[in-house]
């Protein structure tokens, strides 16, 4: 089926006229094509601009739909993980605890104070900085 044209006058100076010229001999096209191809372009790029918003929140709805249910996956893991964490930390105070005599005990808040303040160091250093602190002691 034939694409019906209506024509429209429109002035241009040289300098649009020889890039619409250029642009039509190096595409292979005749100018009246490369000037249709040129107001599509730019039609195409003003609707854009006009919607980036709208555009830029279908793409976030689509990405939290796409990443909830991982991000929600790693935050069960995250949550056991600190509660197996805990759990071996108390186990191994009570274990202390059952195992040395009630006459040999010590107050083991200091111990755990400074085990404390060492993980959250290890936390907070990178992988290799905290390797070269261990080889330097």
Known sequence: MAKSF??????LDDATID?????????GISEAEATR????????LEWSDE???????????????VMK????????????????SATAAFLNMQSLLDIVPVERRKD???MYDS???KAVEYMRTPTNEWNEKEDNR
């Open 115 to 117: 085990a404390r303040k």
């Open 69 to 84: 249910p991982h991000v929600e996956r790693i935050c069960s893991l995250a949550s056991k993980s600190g509660h197996m």
């Open 108 to 110: 083991i808040r200091p």
């Open 6 to 11: 209506k024509q429209i006058h429109v002035r």
């Open 19 to 27: 890039q619409v010229k250029k642009l039509a001999k190096k595409s």
């Open 51 to 65: 919607n980036t918003d709208h555009l830029a929140k279908l793409i976030r709805d689509q990405l939290e739909i």
């Open 37 to 44: 191809k040129l107001i599509k372009k730019g039609l195409a």
